[in-house]
């Protein structure tokens, strides 16, 4: 029959508009995500801000957007003094957050990351001995 494909689809678009919609109000109502979303690299640390990193560079080796950098304390090769992050460049394949054999990584659901400069996509987990809080990082550029 003639025009048998254009009815299915009318009939498809018709059962969709007796549906309840689905649009959120972002800005006034923040959005329910997944669990499993994945938005914003962070580091997990202890009670006294020592990051849960040991430097053994698993996931800087296995990232493959080449996306984090860890530069190693020369006196103790188990201690990061600099974990940074370029999120402008992540897929957010979580692989990093795979590998990791201390469990150091996790993402979190801060989305509202937009910039105008690209810098701004530099973040750094570690910044020398000093340790930023769990879910957030010190923008490079500021």
Same mark, same amino acid.
């Given at each position: 029959?003639?025009?048998?494909? =254009?009815?299915? $689809?009318?009939?498809?678009?018709?059962?969709? %508009?007796?549906?309840? *919609? #689905? *649009?959120? =109000?972002? &800005? !006034?109502?923040? &959005? @329910? %995500?997944?669990?499993?979303?994945?938005?914003? =690299?962070?580091?997990? /640390?202890?009670?006294? $801000?020592?990051?849960?990193?040991?430097?053994?560079?698993?996931?800087? +080796?296995?990232? &493959?957007?080449? @996306?984090?950098?860890? #530069?190693?304390? *020369?006196?103790?090769?188990? @201690?990061?003094?600099?974990? +940074? @992050?370029?999120?402008?460049?992540? *897929?957010?394949?979580?692989?990093?957050? #795979?590998?990791?054999?201390?469990?150091?990584?996790?993402? +979190?659901?801060?989305?509202?990351?937009? +910039? !105008?400069?690209?810098?701004? %996509?530099? !973040?750094?987990?570690?910044?020398?001995?000093?340790?930023?809080? #769990?879910?957030? $990082?010190?923008? /490079? $550029?500021?």
């Amino acid at each position: 029959m003639f025009g048998q494909g =254009l009815l299915k $689809g009318l009939g498809i678009t018709f059962q969709r %508009l007796r549906r309840p *919609t #689905e *649009t959120q =109000l972002y &800005p !006034y109502q923040q &959005p @329910v %995500l997944p669990a499993t979303s994945r938005m914003f =690299l962070a580091m997990y /640390h202890d009670e006294a $801000g020592v990051p849960a990193c040991k430097a053994c560079m698993t996931c800087q +080796t296995g990232c &493959p957007d080449h @996306v984090i950098r860890i #530069e190693k304390d *020369t006196e103790n090769p188990k @201690v990061p003094l600099s974990f +940074t @992050v370029n999120s402008g460049r992540c *897929t957010f394949c979580g692989i990093c957050v #795979e590998l990791c054999p201390f469990s150091a990584l996790h993402f +979190t659901g801060d989305f509202e990351r937009a +910039t !105008y400069l690209k810098s701004d %996509l530099i !973040y750094k987990l570690v910044d020398g001995s000093r340790a930023t809080g #769990e879910g957030e $990082g010190e923008r /490079h $550029g500021r």
